[in-house]
Nanobody, 121 residues
Framework: QVQLVESVGGLVQSGGSLNLSCVVS????????MSWVRQAPGKGLERVSSISSDGTTAWTTDSMKGRFTIRRDNAKNTLYLEMTSLKTEDTAVYYC??????????????WGRGTQVTVSS
């Protein structure tokens, strides 16, 4: 059974930091590129960051570059997103998903259920 389980998000003040994790089971994690995708209130899905299967290459949306870092631990079947200098506009539900930069932005079988991150001013 495929499972992608994000850690609990939370409420953080603007300028603060928050780390998310996503534990994967049901497929060979190390064989797949992975991504974080978010959906802000009233908006569509937005790609946040992607990482290659071996963790050596990462891509991050320009607006989040320098603030968000994606990484993975293939030994632990876990994907991470380290978020710093958070802004109110980062408020969203964050999803981890199987797939890289070409991931289709449509919630499917290889997506987590999402975790809410709220940034207050």
């Amino acid at each position: 059974q495929v499972q992608l389980v994000e850690s609990v998000g939370g409420l953080v003040q603007s300028g603060g930091s928050l780390n998310l994790s996503c534990v994967v089971s049901g497929f060979t994690f190390s064989a797949y590129h992975m991504s974080w995708v978010r959906q802000a209130p009233g908006k569509g899905l937005e790609r946040v960051s992607s990482i290659s299967s071996d963790g050596t290459t990462a891509w991050t949306t320009d607006s989040m570059k320098g603030r968000f870092t994606i990484r993975r631990d293939n030994a632990k079947n876990t994907l991470y997103l380290e978020m710093t200098s958070l802004k109110t506009e980062d408020t969203a539900v964050y999803y981890c998903a199987r797939g890289g930069a070409s991931l289709r932005l449509r919630i499917g079988a290889y997506w987590g259920r999402g975790t809410q991150v709220t940034v207050s001013s």
